[in-house]
């Protein structure tokens, strides 16, 4: 698709190639091993791909209260983020 984009400029679109992020890596790594060893036992998440397209999903003990919190927790940091001067 990207292919029939052409820039003001004339020149033909080439969108960035995409790069593995350290940070991502090494801290799903630390969750696998944790979860490896019994420590985590339920996960729900989402996750932003390089196309920004986002996804969610869920696995594991994830009925109750507690999880949701945790969420809500994630949530407040974000929006934090997310409305702070840039």
């Known amino acids: 698709m990207s292919e029939n984009v052409v820039s003001l400029h004339g ?6 190639e995409p790069a593995a992020n350290a940070t991502l890596v090494e801290e799903l790594e630390r969750l ?16 932003l791909h390089k196309d920004r397209v986002v996804t969610y999903s869920y696995a594991g003990v ?25």
């Open 11 to 16: 020149k033909t679109f080439a969108p960035p």
């Open 32 to 47: 696998l091993e944790a979860a490896r060893a019994g420590e985590i036992v339920g996960l729900a998440g989402a996750y």
């Open 62 to 86: 994830v009925g109750g209260f507690g999880l949701i919190g945790g969420l809500e927790c994630a949530k407040e940091r974000l929006l934090r983020i997310a409305l702070a001067p840039a």
